[in-house]
């Protein structure tokens, strides 16, 4: 008899957090608004939908959890070099991860190590750094 723990609810939230922080801060620096806006129309990051068996186990929850951590650390850097070979390594694999569970991330480690630019930071999607209007 084998014993699994079922994926909890805080875990499923945070799951939705992490995608909501890529949306929210990490593309907008790297892609303009319109290319955004196709990535929701074209459900990238979207988990297979709100019914419970698309995430089974406590265990897949950290291996998602673990993988959308380590790519947002990843585009976090100021800039990925083109030709670093353990970063592209470390992207491939947790990308391949976020798709074995249905997830789709359909992006290559070279639209993040070309496209960083700063300056793109304002945008709809991301987030205000006060809520205090002048």
């Known amino acids: ?12 939230e945070m799951i939705s957090n992490l995608i909501d922080h890529l949306y929210h801060s990490i593309f907008p620096l790297y892609f303009e608004e319109a290319a ?5 129309r ?6 297979p939908g709100e019914r419970e068996e698309w995430l089974e186990t406590a265990n ?9 951590q ?12 083109i030709d670093h070979s353990e ?7 947790n990308k ?5 569970f249905d997830i789709s991330f359909p992006f290559t480690y070279y639209q993040f190590s070309v496209l960083h630019r700063p300056e793109m930071a304002f945008s709809m999607f991301s987030r205000a750094a006060n809520e205090y209007l002048i």
């Open 96 to 100: 391949r991860i976020l798709e074995r």
């Open 1 to 12: 008899m084998r014993v699994v723990f079922a994926a909890s609810l805080e875990q499923k």
């Open 70 to 81: 380590v790519i947002i650390s990843l585009l976090e850097l100021n800039s990925l070099p």
């Open 42 to 47: 074209g459900e990238v990051l979207k988990t």
């Open 87 to 93: 970063y592209k390594r470390i992207f491939t694999r």
């Open 36 to 40: 955004i806006n196709e990535f929701v």
């Open 60 to 68: 897949d929850a950290f291996q998602i959890i673990a993988a959308l």
